[in-house]
């Protein structure tokens, strides 16, 4: 990817300012020949004398036709409004070159939280172009030039990126208008049934079929990512590196975490990032601070145990401890973190449950879901866990690791415990329950289809390779 021009930039933007105003031009068309070809001079003043006059119908299309209007003009102006202002972008880092040998400003905004997304070093991702930390799910978009959390896409329908905080007034308006152009559709295909003498029913009711369907195609794709908790971007399956704080129990014993991995050539390899195994006490852990039970005989390693975990590739502590030639500043207290390659297919934001994504999205209350005023939850980024919510495949990511041990591992134990619903609060601790996780554990059934999923998405995804 190579930057784009300034020029071709603004070629974008402006082309992006131009469909807009294109767009409100067909409104406008469209509701002039509702109210004068159609009703005035079809309805209420029939052409012919053999055509019937039907003043109510001519008086009541132009209203539903206005009325459906309503929230569509109000979705498009509250997306063009996030759109045009900030649409989830991330602050441009200062220009000036900072040395290399130090990270870049605002890294403790990564290290402080427990999860975060890394590259292969375990260092948050840097957009060289904003000159800046890139957050969880964050995209730099070539046509603005800008990093904007949560990126859809880029749509030149209404102007701009459709980011985190505006694709819920996005797949708002896409809905409204497959409401309004249906409408049409039928109102207009019924009366050239009765009289085909008007050129404008004929460009009404090709434009509204046309919006029709696209519109259609955009809801549907747009719902079954919301309730994947994916973006357009993300959808295309991939992997990605994790940086998970570990639990107090390998935070303080030397010989759990695996030895670092040894980076591929083709990775960044900058000797002064650590990749260490240096272990303190955490500064603060959220979800591994319920000691478990100790095990009553000792097992045999199983096929969870770090060492034998594939994922499981380096471990880091921050802060980094770089070649500085100022004397050293109060040091906060250090936090080590497992660097975990996620199997393909696997997306620790999906919730668990389509209704949990479309809520994270779209609100918990129904006049939410409809009214395009309130921004989605998970615009919220507050959390000092993680990003965004983490869900039940992150956790089965965790087990895979070997960071946390399945509850049903102990089949005697199974069989003893007649309550699930104790057997379901188990290890993880309030912060991570804090509205952040869903309840209920990673159930070996639950694993089982979220495995089987993540192999159906990694099969798709070759499948759109050979085409
Ligand atoms: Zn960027």
């Not at 478990?292 to 401890?321: C, G, N």
């Not at 188990?426 to 979220?450: F, H, M, T, Y």
């Amino acid at each position: 990817m190579s930057p784009r021009s300034n020029a071709s930039v603004k070629a974008s933007i402006w082309t992006a300012r131009f469909i807009p105003a294109f767009l409100v031009a067909i409104v406008v068309y469209s509701s002039w020949a509702v109210v004068d070809p159609l009703s005035i001079n079809y309805l209420i003043n029939p052409p012919r004398d053999d055509i019937p006059r039907r003043i109510s119908a001519g008086i009541a299309i132009p209203i539903v036709y206005f009325v459906l209007l309503i929230p569509v003009a109000a979705t498009w102006l509250r997306l063009l409004l996030v759109v045009l202002r900030d649409p989830g972008y991330i602050p441009r880092g200062p220009e000036e070159e900072r040395r290399l040998s130090e990270p870049a400003p605002g890294i403790e905004q990564f290290w402080t939280r427990d999860v975060f997304v890394c590259d292969p070093n375990g260092m948050p991702i840097y957009c060289e172009y904003c000159k800046n930390w890139k957050p969880d799910r964050t995209h730099h978009s070539q046509d603005v030039a800008r990093c904007t959390r949560k990126m859809d896409h880029f749509c030149p329908w209404v102007g701009g990126v459709v980011g985190e905080r505006g694709f819920k007034f996005f797949v708002q308006f896409l809905f409204y208008t497959m409401i309004l152009t249906c409408y049409l559709t039928v109102v207009f295909g019924y009366f050239i049934s009765k009289y085909s003498h008007s050129v404008h029913f004929f460009v009404v009711l090709a434009l509204a079929g046309f919006f029709l369907l696209f519109t259609t195609g955009m809801v549907i794709n747009s719902l079954h990512m919301v309730f994947q908790n994916t973006t357009t971007i993300e959808g295309v399956s991939r992997r990605l590196y994790l940086a998970v704080i570990l639990p107090p129990e390998l935070q303080k014993d030397p010989l759990a975490p695996p030895p670092p991995a040894k980076l591929s050539p083709g990775d960044d390899n900058d000797s002064e990032r650590p990749l260490t195994s240096e272990l303190d006490d955490p500064s603060h852990v959220n979800y591994f601070t319920r000691q478990p039970r100790p095990p009553k005989r000792p097992q045999p390693p199983s096929s969870h145990s770090p060492a034998r975990s594939k994922i499981w590739k380096a471990t880091i502590t921050y802060p980094l401890h770089l070649p500085i030639d100022r004397p050293p500043l109060p040091a906060p207290e250090r936090r080590t973190f497992a660097i975990l390659h996620t199997p393909p297919g696997l997306n620790p934001w999906n919730l668990g449950s389509g209704y949990r994504n479309f809520t994270a999205v779209f609100g918990y209350k129904v006049h939410e879901w409809l009214i395009p005023l309130k921004m989605s939850p998970c615009c919220d980024h507050s959390s000092r866990v993680s990003e965004f919510p983490l869900g039940p495949e992150f956790e089965l990511l965790l087990v895979d690791a070997g960071l946390i041990r399945p509850e049903s591992s102990d089949g005697k134990d199974r069989r003893s415990s007649s309550a699930p619903s104790r057997r379901r609060r188990r290890r993880l601790e309030p912060g991570w329950q804090n509205g952040e996780r869903p309840d209920g554990w990673v159930s070996e059934k639950e694993a089982r289809r979220i495995r089987n999923e993540w192999r159906r998405r990694t099969k798709m995804e070759k499948q759109v390779d050979v085409y």
